[in-house]
């Protein structure tokens, strides 16, 4: 299995950004897909993520801003990125894991991961 992030960049703050998360396989409705960021000098931290049911769940930090979500059809994920702060710069990182959906906010649940993109948010 392969994950190919993508979609970062530079953006104003309160400006918006949809990052893509393609697989290599048709995994994205069998497994559980996550969306992680890691900012300089600190630890990889949970943003969202998407149980093969659909049902999402958020950071709490996040409040509403971002949003998670599928296409079956193009083995990709996306996460759509609303109203921006510096503090959102980081390097985004999808990830998948099978099994059951406990314990999903932590990133040693999961098996696989994209490379990851860079997201910077500066005026």
């Known amino acids: 299995v392969q994950l190919q992030a993508y979609g970062g960049g530079l953006v104003h703050p309160g400006g918006s950004l949809r990052l893509s998360c393609a697989a290599s396989?048709?995994?994205?409705?069998?497994?559980?897909m996550g969306w992680f960021r890691q900012a300089p000098g600190k630890e990889r931290e949970f943003v969202a993520y998407?149980?093969?049911?659909?049902?999402?769940t958020y950071a709490e930090f996040l409040k509403g801003r971002f949003t998670i979500s599928r296409d079956n059809a193009k083995n990709t994920i996306y996460l759509q990125m609303n109203s921006l702060k510096p503090e959102d710069t980081a390097v985004y990182y999808c990830?998948?894991?099978?099994?059951?959906?406990?314990?999903?906010?932590?990133?040693?649940?999961?098996?696989?991961w994209g490379q990851g993109t860079l997201v910077t948010v500066s005026s």
């Open positions: 990830s998948t894991a099978t099994g059951g959906d406990y314990n999903l906010t932590q990133p040693t649940r999961y098996d696989y």
């Open positions: 998407m149980r093969r049911s659909g049902s999402t």
């Open positions: 396989a048709r995994i994205i409705s069998m497994n559980h």
